[in-house]
Nanobody, 126 residues
Framework: QARLVESGGGSVQAGGSLRLSCIAS????????MAWFRQQPQKEREGIAG???????SYADSVKGRFTVSQDVANNTLYLQMNNLKPGDTAVYYC????????????????????WGQGTQVTVSS
């Protein structure tokens, strides 16, 4: 099992930017797929951006063109650059990782990931 720790959340006004980071520790050598999910109150967890070890990337339609996922494999770190934030982006953001190499179509499916962080709150005000 790998331990995932997110950071970078906070409160911003609409149109602002935030950069989330997720550092993996422990059994990280075989983490071939990583992703960002978010969850709003009383809603299901939503996959928004995923990337695998071959840099195959997938984005949810709701964040395409605004969010960018990237990874620093050498330092076991996943990033999410979020630009032009909207109030609808307010949620708890989670980092996820798995030992399986997921193709792009599976990178946004929560059931495909076995390692999860504790989450970081992002609040966007209008």
């Amino acid at each position: 099992q790998a331990r995932l720790v997110e950071s970078g959340g906070g409160s911003v006004q609409a149109g602002g930017s935030l950069r989330l980071s997720c550092i993996a520790s422990g059994h990280t050598r075989s983490l071939f797929s990583m992703a960002w999910f978010r969850q709003q109150p009383q809603k299901e967890r939503e996959g928004i951006a995923g990337i695998n070890i071959h840099d195959r990337i997938s984005y949810a339609d709701s964040v395409k063109g605004r969010f960018t996922v990237s990874q620093d494999v050498a330092n076991n770190t996943l990033y999410l650059q979020m630009n032009n934030l909207k109030p609808g982006d307010t949620a708890v953001y989670y980092c996820a990782a798995d030992v399986a190499l997921r193709s792009a179509e599976w990178l946004l499916k929560a059931r495909m990931f076995s390692n999860w962080g504790q989450g970081t709150q992002v609040t966007v005000s209008s």
